[in-house]
C-alpha cells in the first residue's frame, strides 16, 4: 500500500503510466492543478505549518522531552492528566516524550531515504533518458525489478531477517525508492530533450554532458523536489508499519512501535492508541500539502 | 507469555514451544478422571458421556500439522493433546497417574520400568491399542523426531521389550529416575503404528487428520482458521468426555482472544492478558483458572545469563551486581501485571520437592550494587556510566556496555533492565531476534553478553534444569547451556540426580546443586512465570493442563 | 504492434521472475537465523538437528541449493515446508483465497466509493461539501492502515458491537451454504473497510481532478453549447475519458494492495498469505517465503500488463512502441 505510487499528487501529476510512453502524452508533464488554485493558498499554509511543527519537535526533542524516553517516570497506564499530558504506558514512561522521540525518529529515517534516494534516482533518470539507447534500455530494466516487488515487502523481509534497526530501515528504503523518481526523470528529460533552447544548446556546440547539467536539469528538478516531499510521506508511513509489525529499532522508539504497544491495550487505554496515530498523520499530511504546494509554484512559475 | 505486537503474538506458540521444556497445554493432568482412580465422576450422569455440547476454544498459532510426536512446537500441542494420549498423565502436583498404562513397576534400582496396558483401548478408527503400538512410536519416532524425548531418554536407553500385547519393558542403561515424567502426552504420545508404519512420520498424511486413542477424535481441520474434534465414542474412561464437540480457532493476538470471550464467540482462552484480568474477574459470565502451566511449558522462570565467555562477566561481582540492581517485583507488578512471582531459587517452585527453600538470592539493591562494581573496578564516569579502571582482562576506559538479546515478545524486560542497569551506571543495548535466530546466535555462534530466555523447568529437573548448568550442553543445541556455566562438581551431582530414585533423596542433591550455582549466579533468576485460564459459563469441569476439556461440559 | 508489444512484455516475466527469485533466495539463506528450530523444535541433540539439516538439503553448499531450486522452481515445485513438512504450494495456495478475496472486495469497494465520491466532489467543484470530501480523502491517505484498523476494531468492533473483529468465520456455529456466505461477508466488512480506506482516498482525488479537467475541455464545451444536458455531459461525455487514467491506477495499486493485506490481516486475524508471509519469516521457513514472493511478483506484473491493455483499449489514442 505505501509504495511505490508515491501519492495522489504524484499520479496526478506525471500520469497514470510511468512504464509506457504514451504517444499522446504531450500535456503530460505540464498539468496543472488549475481547480485547486483557491485552496492553494490554504492548504500551503496548513501544510507548511504543520510541517514547521514536526520538524522542530524532531529537532527539539532533547530539549522538549529530555531524558531517555523509555524510562518509567510515573504510574502504569495513567489516563491524559496534567502531569503526564497524553498519559503514560503500561511501565509508566511518559507518552508525549515518547511520542516526539518518535517523531524525530520518523523525521530522521525520511530525511535519510530521501538522501539516497534523490541522487540516486536524479542520476538514473536523467543518464538513461539524455543517452537513450542500451544504456536507457538496462537501466530501465533494473528500475522495473525494483518496482515489480513492493518496497513495504522488500523492507519487511530485510529487517526481518537481518534484524531491526535504524541503518537497515534507512538503506533498505532508499535503494528501494529510487526507480520510480528514476522514470519520473527519464520522462521529464525525454520531454525536453528536444525543446528549442536544448537544440540552441546543442548548435552552440555544448557536450550533451554539459547540456544535461546546465540546462535540463534545473528544468526536471521541481518535479523531482515534488517527488521526494510525497516520498517522504510514504516513507514515514512504512517504517511506522514495519514498527506497527514489531520491527522497530530496540534502542530508538518510535510512532510504529506506540501504536503496537498500544494493541494490548485497547481497551483498557485508548490515548496509547490514539496520540501516536494522530503525529503520525499530521507528519503524513504536513509532507503531503507541501509537496503539493511546492508542486504548484514551481509548475506555476516554469 | 502474552504478546504487545500482532507479529509477535502469531508465533507465541513457537516461541514458547522453542524455549519451553514440556510443551503446549502442559503435562496430561488426572484429576477428576476416573482412570480407575477414586474421582469418577458423579453416578447422575450418563455412563456413557456426551451431551456436553460444543467448546469453542481460541489458540494463538496455526499448528501447521496436528503430530504432537514429532515436534516440541507449542503451537501443535495444545490443538492436538486431546486426540492423543500418553503412557501416564501427570496429576496436580506433577505425579504420574495412569493413562494408557494401568499399573508399572520399576525394577533394577530404577533401570527397568515395566508398563502395563489398559485393555480395550482403540484407536479412533477402531483398531485395538496394543505394546507393539509403543514399542515403534519409541523407536520410530519419538526417539527420531521428538527433540527432547530424543535427547534425554535416547542415550540412556537400552531396548523396549513387547512379551506381551499388553506389556511394555523399557531398559536402561543406568538408573533413569526421570522416565515416568516424561511419558506424559506432551514428552511422549503414543501414535497408531498401522498408520504410520513404513512411512516417514514427519510426512505423512494422518499428521493432517490424525488418529489417536484421546477423548476427542480429529473431523476437520482449516489451516489458519479452525480445528474441528469430536467426541471418541470408545474413550476408555467410563462416561467421559462429556463434549460432544471440541473447536480450536486460530485467533492470534491475545487481546482479539479476549474480546472474542467476551462477546461469547469463543469458550476457552489459554491465556488471559495481565490488563484484562480485573475486568474478566468481574464478569459473572466467566471464570478464570490459575495456574504455572503455560501453553508453552510448566515451571517457567524468566531467567538472564551471562556470557562466561566475555571478560567483563567473569567477574562474580559483576553479575552479582547487576543482580542487585534488578527489580523483580517490579517486573512482576509492570510486565506481569501479577501474573507471576519474584523466582526464589534456581529450581522452580512448582517442582516442590527438588526446590530449595533456603537460598537467598540477590535483593533489590542498587546501592549494594554500585559499591560492587566499584570494588570490582568499574568507576562511575562523569555521567554516571562505568568505564573499567583496572579490571583483569579489560582494559582501562572500556565503557560497561553489554548487549541484551532477547524474543521480540520479550522486549518489555529488555526495557525495564535497560533503565533499571542504566540507573547504576551499566549500559545495555537491546537486540530482539526471532527465536531461530536468537538460537543460533546464542547458542551456536555465543555471540553475546546478556539475554533472557523462559528457562521452562518442567516436571523434573532432570528435563528442564539440568540442561542449563551441564557442561557437556554447551554449545550448538539450542536453550541448553547459556550462560556456558562449567563446575564439573555440579555435572557430577546431576547424573547422581539422574540415578538416583526417589523424591526426597533426590531433592538433597538438587538443594546442593542450587547453593552451589545460585553463589556463582551465571544467571539471575528474574520471575516465576504462571498463566490464567478463563472460560465462559456454561462451560465448566476444565483443568488447566493437556487433557483439559476431558471432563469439562458446556451444557447449562 | 500490441500484438508484439504484448509479447515481448510476456517474454519479460519469467526472467524478471527468477531474477527476482535468485535475490530473494540469496537473501533468506545469507540471513542470519537458522531454520532448524522451526523444522525440528528445541532440545535436541547435535546429531539430530545435523539429521535434519540433510533432510531438508540445508547442509549443502549454498550454489548447490540454489542450483536445486532453480531447477525445482522450473517444475513448479517450491519444496516442502520446514514447518509443515508438505508442499510448499500447497500451503500457500490453501491461503491465496482468502488474501483474494480480501483485496478484491477492497479494490471493488475502493473503486466504485472513489469514483462515487469523486464525481459528487466535481460535481460540486469548490462548495463546502467539495472541501469536506477534499478534506476527507487528504486525512485517509495520510491515516496508517494499522491505526485505522485499531479504530475500526475499537469503534465498530467492541464499543458498537456490529462486526467480528478476528477470523473468516464464527466458530460456534458453523454454518453451510447462504448462511456461511452471509457468515464470511460478516466478518470481511471491517477488514475490507480498512484496506480500501486508502486506496479509495486515491481513486477519489484522482477522478476528481481527471474530471475537472475534462469538463474545460473544448470538447465539452461545443457539447454544452450545442445544448446537450450537463448531466449527458458529464455522464456519457467527460467520465468515460476521464476514468481512463483512474483505471490504469487502479491496476498499478494492486502490489499496494497485497501489502496492505498483510497489516490488515495481522489486525484482524485473516487465515492468508499475509499471516502465513509473517510467520513464515519469523520462523525462516524459507519454502514458504520465497514461494509467496513468487505470487506477489507474478500478481504485480499480470497486473501491470493488464492494465496497460485495458489503457490501449479504453484510449485509442496510445500506442505502445
Known amino acids: 500500500m505505501y509504495d511505490s505510487t508515491p501519492a495522489f499528487a504524484l499520479a496526478e501529476r506525471v500520469g497514470p503510466l510511468p512504464r509506457a510512453t504514451p504517444v499522446a502524452s504531450g500535456d503530460l508533464g505540464v498539468r496543472r492543478r488549475r481547480s485547486w488554485a483557491w485552496a492553494r493558498t490554504p492548504s500551503a499554509v496548513v501544510g507548511i505549518a504543520l510541517t514547521a511543527v514536526v520538524l522542530a519537535l524532531a529537532a527539539l526533542a532533547d530539549v522538549l522531552a529530555p531524558g531517555d524516553p523509555f524510562a518509567p517516570v510515573g504510574p502504569a497506564l495513567s489516563a491524559p492528566s496534567s502531569v503526564h499530558l497524553i498519559g503514560t504506558d503500561d511501565l509508566g514512561r511518559d507518552l508525549l516524550s515518547g511520542v516526539i522521540h518518535g517523531i524525530r525518529t520518523s523525521v530522521f529515517v525520511a530525511l535519510g531515504v530521501g538522501l539516497i534516494a534523490f541522487p540516486l534516482g536524479v542520476v538514473v533518470g536523467a543518464v538513461a533518458g539524455a543517452r537513450g539507447g542500451v544504456v536507457d534500455d538496462v537501466l530501465m530494466r533494473l528500475s522495473e525489478v525494483w518496482q515489480v516487488l513492493p518496497r513495504f515487502f522488500l523492507a519487511l523481509m530485510v529487517v526481518a531477517l537481518f534484524g531491526p534497526g535504524l541503518d537497515r530501515i534507512v538503506l533498505v528504503l532508499g535503494l528501494t525508492s529510487w526507480a520510480l523518481l528514476a522514470r519520473i526523470m527519464r520522462a521529464e528529460i525525454l520531454s525536453i530533450r528536444e525543446r528549442e533552447f536544448v537544440d540552441a544548446a546543442r548548435a552552440l556546440g555544448m557536450s550533451e554532458a554539459r547540456i544535461l547539467r546546465r540546462h535540463m536539469l534545473p528544468h526536471v528538478m521541481p518535479a523531482a523536489i515534488v517527488f521526494v516531499a510525497l516520498l517522504l510521506a510514504q516513507v514515514c508511513l512504512v517504517e511506522s508499519s514495519l514498527g506497527f509489525l514489531g520491527l522497530s529499532d530496540p534502542n530508538a522508539i518510535s510512532l510504529g512501535y506506540l501504536a503496537a504497544q498500544a494493541q494490548r491495550f485497547l481497551r483498557v487505554a485508548w490515548w496509547m492508541w490514539f496520540f501516536p496515530g494522530v503525529a503520525l498523520i499530521t507528519i503524513v499530511i504536513g509532507f503531503n500539502l507541501v509537496g503539493d504546494a511546492i508542486n504548484d509554484r514551481m509548475r506555476g512559475r516554469l | ?556 | 504492434m500490441n500484438g508484439r508489444y504484448l509479447l515481448r512484455r510476456v517474454v519479460q516475466v519469467p526472467p524478471t521472475v527468477l531474477g527476482i527469485l535468485v535475490i530473494a533466495f540469496l537473501l533468506v539463506h545469507l540471513a542470519p537465523g537458522d531454520p532448524i528450530l522451526a523444522l525440528a523444535g528445541a532440545n535436541g541433540d547435535e546429531a539430530y538437528y545435523a539429521e535434519m539439516r540433510a533432510k531438508f538439503g540445508l547442509d549443502r553448499p549454498l550454489p548447490e541449493q540454489l542450483a536445486i531450486f532453480v531447477v525445482n522452481l522450473i517444475r513448479f515445485d517450491l519444496g516442502t515446508s520446514y514447518v509443515q513438512g508438505r508442499p510448499a504450494i500447497d500451503v500457500i495456495l490453501e491461503r491465496l483465497p482468502s488474501t483474494m478475496l480480501l483485496t478484491v472486495s477492497a479494490l471493488a469497494v475502493a473503486s466504485v466509493v472513489g469514483v462515487a465520491l469523486g464525481l459528487f466532489a466535481a460535481g460540486r467543484a469548490n462548495r463546502r461539501s467539495d472541501l469536506t470530501v477534499s478534506i476527507l480523502t487528504l486525512g485517509l491517505h495520510a491515516t496508517p492502515s494499522f491505526w485505522l484498523a485499531q479504530a475500526a476494531v475499537l469503534v465498530l468492533g467492541l464499543w458498537a458491537g456490529w462486526f467480528p473483529i478476528s477470523g473468516m468465520t464464527s466458530a460456534r456455529t458453523p454454518p453451510a451454504g447462504l448462511g456461511l456466505v452471509v457468515d464470511v461477508a460478516h466478518h470481511l466488512i471491517l477488514p475490507v473497510l480498512v484496506l480500501a480506506a486508502t486506496e479509495m482516498a486515491v481513486i477519489a482525488r484522482l477522478t476528481r481532478v481527471r474530471l475537472l479537467e475534462e469538463l474545460s475541455r473544448d470538447y465539452v464545451r461545443t457539447a454544452r453549447a450545442k445544448g446537450v444536458s450537463e448531466r449527458r455531459v458529464l455522464w456519457r461525455h467527460a467520465l468515460p475519458c476521464a476514468l481512463i487514467p483512474v483505471v490504469t491506477v487502479i491496476g498499478g495499486r494492486v502490489g499496494h494492495l497485497v501489502a496492505g493485506a498483510v497489516l490488515v490481516e495481522a489486525v484482524f486475524g485473516w487465515p492468508g498469505i499475509g499471516r502465513l508471509l509473517l510467520t513464515s519469516v519469523q520462523s525462516r521457513d524459507l519454502p514458504i517465503v520465497l514461494g509467496i514472493l513468487l505470487v506477489i511478483a507474478s500478481t504485480v506484473i499480470v497486473a501491470n500488463i493488464v492494465t496497460d491493455l485495458i489503457y490501449v483499449r479504453l484510449d485509442p489514442r496510445i500506442r505502445f512502441g
Open chain 2, 1 to 556: 507469555m502474552m504478546s504487545r505486537v500482532p507479529l509477535a503474538v502469531i508465533l507465541v506458540g513457537l516461541v514458547a514451544g522453542a524455549c519451553g521444556v514440556t510443551a503446549s497445554p502442559s503435562p496430561t493432568g488426572a484429576s477428576g478422571r476416573p482412570s480407575g482412580s477414586p474421582s469418577s465422576p458423579p453416578a447422575s450422569e450418563a455412563p456413557t458421556g456426551g451431551g456436553g455440547g460444543t467448546l469453542v476454544v481460541a489458540i494463538s498459532a496455526d499448528p501447521g500439522h496436528l503430530n504432537p510426536a514429532i515436534t516440541t512446537s507449542g503451537a501443535t500441542h495444545t490443538a492436538a493433546e486431546l486426540i492423543f494420549n500418553g503412557l501416564v498423565g501427570l496429576d496436580e502436583n506433577l505425579e504420574p497417574v495412569p493413562e494408557l498404562a494401568e499399573s508399572w513397576t520399576i525394577d533394577n534400582d530404577g533401570a527397568q520400568y515395566t508398563f502395563k496396558l489398559r485393555d480395550g483401548v482403540t484407536w479412533h478408527d477402531g483398531t485395538p491399542f496394543t505394546s507393539a503400538d509403543v514399542k515403534f512410536t519409541f523407536e520410530e519416532v519419538l526417539l527420531k523426531l521428538h527433540a527432547r524425548t530424543r535427547s534425554s531418554v535416547g542415550p540412556v536407553l537400552d531396548g523396549i521389550d513387547t512379551p506381551d500385547a499388553q506389556t511394555v519393558v523399557f531398559r536402561f542403561k543406568q538408573p533413569y529416575a526421570p522416565l515416568l515424567r516424561q511419558l506424559d502426552v506432551t514428552e511422549a504420545p503414543i501414535l497408531p503404528k498401522h498408520i504410520y508404519q513404513g512411512s516417514d512420520p514427519a510426512k505423512n498424511p494422518a499428521n493432517a487428520a490424525p488418529v489417536g486413542t484421546g477423548p476427542f477424535a480429529f473431523e476437520s481441520y482449516t489451516p489458519d482458521s479452525e480445528i474441528r474434534l469430536k467426541r471418541n465414542d470408545t474413550y476408555w474412561a467410563p462416561a467421559l468426555p462429556k463434549l460432544d464437540e471440541v473447536v480450536m480457532r486460530v485467533i492470534p493476538e491475545s487481546g482479539s482472544q479476549v474480546i472474542a470471550l467476551e462477546a461469547g464467540e469463543v469458550d476457552w482462552i489459554w491465556g488471559v492478558p495481565g490488563p484484562d484480568e480485573a475486568r474478566l474477574d468481574a464478569d459473572p459470565e466467566v471464570e478464570l483458572l490459575r495456574t504455572d502451566r503455560n501453553p508453552g511449558g510448566s515451571n517457567c522462570i524468566m531467567t538472564m545469563s551471562f556470557n562466561f565467555d566475555k571478560p567483563i562477566l567473569q567477574d562474580v561481582r559483576v553479575r552479582q551486581a547487576i543482580a542487585h540492581a534488578i527489580d523483580r517485583q517490579q517486573i512482576v507488578d509492570k510486565i506481569l501485571f501479577g501474573q507471576g512471582r519474584v523466582a526464589t531459587a534456581p529450581i522452580s517452585s512448582g517442582i516442590g520437592w527438588a526446590h530449595a527453600d533456603d537460598i537467598v538470592l540477590p535483593a533489590f539493591d542498587p546501592t549494594a550494587a554500585m559499591a560492587m562494581l566499584d570494588q570490582a573496578g568499574w568507576k562511575a564516569g562523569a555521567d554516571g556510566m562505568r568505564i573499567a579502571a583496572g579490571v583483569t582482562g579489560v582494559a582501562d576506559g572500556t565503557p560497561l556496555a553489554l548487549d541484551f538479546l532477547h524474543f521480540p515478545t520479550f522486549a518489555r524486560y529488555g526495557e525495564l533492565l535497560r533503565s533499571e542497569l542504566g540507573a547504576v551506571g551499566i549500559e545495555l543495548t537491546l537486540e530482539p531476534l526471532e527465536p531461530p535466530v536468537f538460537a543460533e546466535t546464542v547458542f551456536t555462534k555465543r555471540d553475546f553478553d546478556t539475554n533472557v530466555i523462559s528457562y521452562c523447568n518442567g516436571p523434573d529437573p532432570e528435563i528442564g534444569v539440568r540442561r542449563m548448568f551441564d557442561s557437556a550442553q554447551i554449545g550448538p543445541v539450542p536453550f541448553s547451556n547459556a550462560a556456558g556455566y562449567r563446575d564439573s562438581a555440579v555435572d557430577a551431582l546431576f547424573t547422581q540426580a539422574q540415578q538416583t530414585v526417589g523424591n526426597e533423596a533426590r531433592g538433597k542433591i538438587y538443594g546442593r546443586i542450587q547453593q552451589t550455582v545460585a553463589a556463582a549466579q551465571p544467571y539471575v533468576w528474574l520471575v516465576e512465570t504462571s498463566g490464567v485460564r478463563a472460560y465462559r459459563l456454561p462451560c465448566q469441569g476444565f483443568q488447566p493442563y493437556a487433557q483439559f476439556a476431558e471432563a469439562a461440559t458446556c451444557a447449562p
